[in-house]
């Protein structure tokens, strides 16, 4: 057995009274691919945000070389050699390649930014990574998949002993993905500890040496990876998760309700047209840039459409004004929270009746008695945890406040909802209450449109999904009737990808 | 415990806080803290300062300097309390000195075409105008409201003086000095007039579904947005209302000297703004009350009268006054940043 370079010691964490890890013990070797695999929710990403110094343990501890470490930041895992990367965040698109590989360090050891010397050396991490793109190029136009190499030769700069890479492969083509697996070979053979987290089984048999299953935050088990097969890992891995997450869904009405046709946004999407009845959840799949999220604004009247029509009932919502959307019954559940929904400075009370304040007033004058009654009971309809009614809205936890966004629109009356990454940013026990939430108001007759990047989401609570690509709808799938590596699939781009070696000079 | 975890995880502790019994009193101790660190602490502070001058100079605390105080402190609570409409939706209005200018001169000059109520009546309709013209040009004009602000300013002032020659005019008339110079039972009407203007403008900010979008404009303008709210319309109605209440301080100023000049209203938009922000609201807007920029407007009018009954130049005042602004404004950053928001 080789040495561990750092590991978690029985760690466990807890979001209020939803336990994310528990107890959960884990060693990353050098020269060893370990592999976590777990559903959604299962807690595979706070364990990265623990080892990655995003978030503390509320027991437990991270040790390095054997000895307790604690990190405090990121930058603190950062020095101690453990690098992550992430899916898409990774890097400063204003900056170029190299500019990005050095972040940080122009001052010290490369006196000059952007100097021959910075780029030998940027380009010398680029080789590493066998990428031999010149290291002045703008990252912004750069592939996901290139940039990814990027950052992890950032990362090899930083001298990572441990790499990190969540889900790296999420987004990326057979060939991205298999060049990407011949790279973590060779980092392995140089001795880095790699933890990998995925929920593809077979990216498991092909890289890893170890393999942790976790489920609903607790460690299932720890086995070498040699001969491990799909059918051992399911039954591990899966259970109660799904049953728990989604609710049954209820069976549409014949009704539609909301009408989309012929929509489309310039630069976004165009030729879209769908229909969603009454008690129907509606999903919308695609890529960052796909122009789901621009759909999203479009049906809920939060963007002017260039051309096409959407009607709800039959009346038609008016291309400019959200405002008037909203009295057509259309609600809309912006995808950033912090920019788009919530007001720090607003009560719970206030954020939960803002939308529908006009139903609690009386010639202008807001009745306080009844906007009280209208936010209790909206609280108590969606279990809203907070201490009191008139607490600093973020005061509450990321699913709480999103359960408030959700409580506005209802307050308001809408009954079609349009709701964009409901579920970013939420803790698992939240995410479980909005899933039911969602399926309770779709049983009552309200329409909903799901927007998300949560392939599972998407699978366990859409009637119907669509997917959007390059601005256009190019598949739709019954519920059940889809896998979720049929469902990312259609998303991908159907142009081939440039292999990254024959990239640039 | 919790500046240490980024993001959803303290909210989620912070929540579930820790036994039932003990959450009222937590948030007792946190209305009390609020209280205690904005509008009271104000207060005292102005009553600290009242009672100082009082010990010095013995005058101050008499009925005709209580008077004065009161009757100079009117107006400016008028546009300071206008004022914090524009600032709460994360605007500004820089021309409430060039409205009270101008209208001014309407007043006086319409006084004498017709009576008197009429007369105020009409200007007050001017001031909306302006208000209009200032909310439109923030709004479809795309300005940004200081330069918009800044612009209206400059031609009011340049369209006073081209008009008067740069000439006061006048009315002495005790019809029209009424609001100005009279009392009602002890209180001087100007001075009636402006609690009543606070009195109102409480109500619009706390009462109304106006005033909750104010502050929801300028927590988070996209949010509010998205929520449904007419954000041209509020936007448009906080610059009106701004001009309204400064249009009611112009009457009573005017009332008071007698005139309407060209320059009555210089300096008056510094003198406000800076009433409003030591009275705690927020630059950027979301954050502030009524009731702070009245007691800002207190602190700076007490102290003014206090240091001349104390012989102490204007100059010397204004350095003061703008000493306290940035003073205040540090201080609330301060304890917004302690406190989240």
């Given at each position: 057995?080789?040495?561990a370079?750092?590991?978690?010691?029985?760690?466990?964490?807890?979001?209020?009274?939803?336990?994310?890890?528990?107890?959960?013990?884990?060693?990353?070797?050098?020269?060893?691919?370990?592999?976590?695999?777990?559903?959604?929710?299962?807690g595979?990403?706070?364990?990265?945000?623990?080892?990655?110094?995003?978030?503390?343990?509320?027991?437990?501890?991270?040790?390095?070389?054997?000895?307790?470490?604690?990190?405090?930041?990121?930058?603190d895992?950062?020095?101690?050699?453990?690098?992550?990367i992430?899916q898409e965040?990774?890097?400063?698109?204003?900056?170029?390649?190299?500019a990005?590989?050095l972040?940080g360090?122009?001052?010290?050891?490369?006196?000059?930014?952007?100097?021959?010397?910075?780029?030998?050396?940027?380009?010398s991490?680029?080789a590493?990574?066998?990428?031999?793109?010149?290291?002045?190029?703008?990252?912004?136009n750069?592939?996901?998949?290139?940039?990814?190499?990027v950052?992890?030769?950032k990362?090899l700069?930083?001298?990572a002993?441990?790499?990190?890479l969540?889900?790296?492969?999420?987004a990326?083509?057979?060939?991205?993905a298999?060049?990407?697996?011949a790279l973590?070979?060779?980092?392995?053979?140089k001795?880095?500890?790699?933890?990998?987290?995925?929920?593809?089984?077979?990216?498991?048999?092909?890289?890893?040496?170890?393999?942790?299953v976790?489920?609903d935050?607790?460690?299932v088990?720890?086995m070498?990876?040699?001969?491990?097969?799909?059918?051992?890992?399911?039954?591990?891995?899966?259970?109660r998760?799904?049953?728990r997450?989604?609710?049954?869904?209820?069976?549409?009405?014949q009704?539609?309700v909301?009408?989309?046709?012929?929509?489309?946004?310039s630069?976004?999407?165009?030729?879209?047209?769908l229909?969603?009845?009454?008690?129907?959840?509606?999903g919308?799949?695609?890529?960052?840039?796909?122009?789901?999220?621009?759909?999203?604004?479009?049906?809920?009247?939060a963007?002017?459409?260039?051309?096409?029509?959407?009607?709800?009932?039959?009346k038609?919502?008016?291309?400019?004004?959200?405002?008037?959307?909203?009295?057509?019954?259309?609600?809309?559940?912006?995808?950033?929270?912090?920019?788009?929904?919530?007001?720090?400075t607003?009560?719970?009370?206030?954020?939960?009746?803002l939308?529908?304040?006009?139903q609690?007033?009386?010639f202008?004058?807001?009745?306080?008695?009844?906007?009280?009654?209208?936010?209790?009971a909206?609280?108590?309809?969606?279990d809203?945890?907070?201490r009191?009614?008139?607490?600093?809205?973020?005061?509450?936890?990321?699913?709480?406040?999103?359960?408030v966004?959700?409580?506005?629109v209802?307050?308001?009356?809408?009954?079609v909802?349009?709701c964009?990454?409901p579920t970013?940013?939420?803790?698992?026990?939240?995410?479980?209450?909005?899933?039911?939430?969602?399926?309770?108001?779709?049983a009552?007759?309200?329409s909903?449109?799901?927007?998300?990047s949560?392939?599972?989401?998407?699978?366990?609570?859409?009637?119907r999904?669509?997917?959007?690509?390059?601005?256009?709808?190019?598949?739709?799938?019954?519920?059940?009737s889809?896998?979720?590596?049929?469902?990312?699939?259609a998303?991908?781009?159907?142009?081939?990808?440039?292999?990254?070696?024959?990239?640039?000079a | 415990?919790?500046?240490?975890?980024?993001?959803?995880?303290v909210r989620?502790a912070?929540?579930?806080?820790?036994?039932?019994?003990?959450?009222?009193?937590?948030?007792?101790?946190r209305?009390?803290?609020?209280l205690?660190?904005?509008e009271?602490?104000?207060?005292?502070?102005?009553?600290?300062?009242?009672?100082?001058?009082g010990l010095y100079?013995?005058?101050?605390?008499?009925?005709?300097?209580?008077?004065?105080?009161?009757?100079?402190?009117?107006?400016?609570?008028?546009v300071?309390?206008?004022?914090?409409?524009p600032i709460?939706?994360?605007?500004?209005?820089?021309?409430?000195g060039?409205?009270?200018?101008?209208?001014?001169i309407?007043?006086?000059?319409?006084?004498?075409?017709?009576?008197?109520?009429?007369?105020?009546?009409?200007?007050?309709?001017?001031?909306?105008?302006?208000?209009?013209?200032?909310?439109?040009?923030?709004?479809?004009?795309?300005?940004?409201?200081?330069?918009?602000?800044l612009?209206?300013?400059?031609?009011?002032?340049?369209?006073?003086?081209?008009?008067?020659?740069?000439?006061?005019?006048?009315?002495?008339?005790?019809?029209?000095?009424?609001?100005?110079?009279e009392n009602v039972?002890?209180?001087?009407?100007?001075?009636?007039?402006?609690?009543?203007?606070?009195?109102?403008?409480?109500?619009?900010l706390?009462?109304?579904?106006?005033?909750?979008?104010?502050?929801?404009?300028?927590g988070?303008?996209?949010?509010?947005?998205l929520?449904?709210?007419?954000?041209?319309?509020v936007?448009?109605?906080?610059?009106?209302?701004?001009?309204?209440?400064?249009?009611?301080?112009?009457?009573?100023?005017?009332?008071?000297?007698?005139?309407?000049?060209?320059?009555?209203?210089?300096?008056?938009e510094?003198?406000a703004?800076?009433?409003?922000?030591?009275?705690?609201?927020?630059?950027?807007?979301?954050?502030?009350?009524?009731?702070?920029?009245?007691?800002?407007?207190?602190?700076?009018t007490?102290?003014g009268?206090?240091?001349?009954?104390?012989a102490?130049?204007?100059?010397?005042?204004?350095?003061?006054?703008?000493?306290l602004?940035?003073l205040?404004?540090?201080?609330?950053?301060?304890?917004?940043?302690?406190?989240?928001?």
């Open positions: 057995m080789s040495r370079i750092a590991g978690l010691v029985d760690v466990t964490k807890r979001f209020g009274s939803i336990v994310a890890l528990e107890g959960v013990t884990l060693d990353l070797e050098e020269g060893a691919v370990h592999a976590v695999v777990g559903e959604n929710g299962a595979k990403s706070t364990l990265v945000n623990i080892l990655s110094g995003v978030l503390q343990p509320d027991a437990g501890a991270v040790t390095l070389a054997g000895a307790e470490a604690k990190f405090k930041a990121p930058a895992a950062m020095r101690a050699g453990i690098s992550t992430y965040r990774a890097l400063v698109s204003q900056l170029t390649v190299g990005n590989i972040l360090r122009e001052s010290t050891r490369l006196r000059l930014v952007q100097t021959r010397k910075a780029d030998a050396a940027a380009r991490f680029l590493q990574v066998r990428l031999s793109i010149d290291p002045r190029r703008p990252t912004a750069l592939p996901l998949a290139l940039q990814q190499l950052a992890i030769a990362a700069s930083l001298d002993r441990v790499l990190i969540d889900e790296p492969t999420a990326l083509t057979g060939d991205e298999e060049n990407l697996f973590v070979d060779g980092l392995c053979r001795g880095l500890a790699i933890l990998y987290i995925t929920h593809r089984l077979r990216e498991v048999e092909r890289l890893a040496d170890t393999l942790t976790l489920k935050g607790r460690l088990r720890t070498p990876a040699d001969g491990v097969t799909e059918s051992v890992i399911v039954p591990l891995m899966v259970g998760e799904i049953d997450l989604f609710p049954t869904l209820p069976e549409p009405s009704n539609v909301l009408e989309a046709n012929d929509l489309e946004l630069g976004e999407f165009r030729n879209v047209s229909n969603v009845r009454a008690g129907e959840i509606v919308i799949a695609g890529l960052e840039g796909s122009g789901k999220s621009a759909l999203a604004r479009v049906l809920a009247g963007e002017t459409r260039t051309r096409g029509s959407v009607k709800v009932r039959g038609p919502v008016t291309a400019r004004g959200i405002d008037k959307a909203l009295r057509l019954g259309l609600g809309y559940i912006p995808p950033d929270r912090r920019a788009q929904a919530i007001i720090r607003f009560s719970v009370r206030a954020s939960i009746t939308a529908g304040l006009g609690f007033s009386w202008g004058f807001v009745k306080l008695r009844k906007e009280r009654q209208g936010a209790q909206v609280r108590e309809q969606l809203i945890k907070t009191s009614l008139e607490a600093p809205i973020w005061t509450l936890s990321g699913g709480n406040q999103q359960k966004v959700l409580g506005r209802l307050a308001a009356g809408s009954d909802l349009v964009d990454e970013a940013g939420v803790d698992v026990g939240a995410r479980a209450e909005i899933y039911v939430l969602l399926a309770e108001l779709a009552q007759g309200a909903v449109v799901l927007v998300s949560d392939m599972l989401e998407l699978m366990g609570l859409c009637h999904i669509l997917v959007l690509r390059e601005g256009r709808v190019v598949a739709e799938f019954g519920h059940g889809v896998s979720e590596e049929e469902l990312v699939r998303q991908l781009p159907r142009h081939e990808e440039v292999m990254p070696a024959e990239e640039g | 415990m919790t500046s240490e975890i980024p993001d959803g995880g989620a912070d929540s579930h806080a820790p036994s039932e019994g003990e959450r009222p009193r937590r948030d007792w101790s209305a009390s803290r609020v205690l660190s904005q009271a602490v104000l207060f005292l502070i102005v009553l600290a300062l009242a009672v100082a001058f100079e013995s005058v101050f605390w008499s009925g005709v300097n209580l008077q004065n105080v009161s009757r100079q402190g009117a107006v400016l609570t008028m300071a309390v206008g004022s914090i409409f709460l939706i994360g605007g500004i209005d820089l021309s409430v060039g409205q009270v200018s101008m209208l001014s309407f007043a006086v000059q319409l006084s004498h075409n017709m009576p008197i109520p009429a007369a105020f009546l009409l200007v007050i309709s001017a001031g909306i105008c302006i208000g209009l013209v200032n909310g439109l040009l923030v709004t479809y004009g795309r300005i940004s409201p200081i330069i918009a602000t612009g209206t300013w400059q031609m009011m002032v340049g369209f006073t003086l081209w008009y008067t020659k740069g000439l006061p005019v006048r009315n002495f008339s005790d019809a029209y000095r009424w609001l100005g110079a039972w002890f209180l001087p009407a100007a001075t009636v007039l402006a609690i009543g203007v606070v009195l109102v403008a409480w109500i619009l706390n009462r109304t579904r106006f005033g909750r979008y104010v502050y929801a404009l300028g988070n303008f996209e949010a509010a947005r929520s449904g709210v007419r954000t041209t319309f936007t448009i109605a906080a610059y009106v209302t701004c001009a309204i209440f400064t249009s009611i301080g112009a009457i009573t100023l005017s009332s008071r000297v007698g005139s309407g000049l060209p320059g009555l209203g210089g300096g008056l510094i003198q703004i800076a009433a409003v922000f030591i009275g705690g609201v927020a630059w950027g807007g979301g954050a502030g009350s009524v009731i702070g920029a009245a007691l800002g407007v207190a602190l700076v007490v102290l009268n206090g240091l001349d009954l104390a102490v130049s204007s100059d010397v005042q204004t350095m003061i006054t703008g000493f602004v940035v205040a404004v540090g201080i609330n950053a301060r304890r917004r940043s302690a406190s989240g928001v």
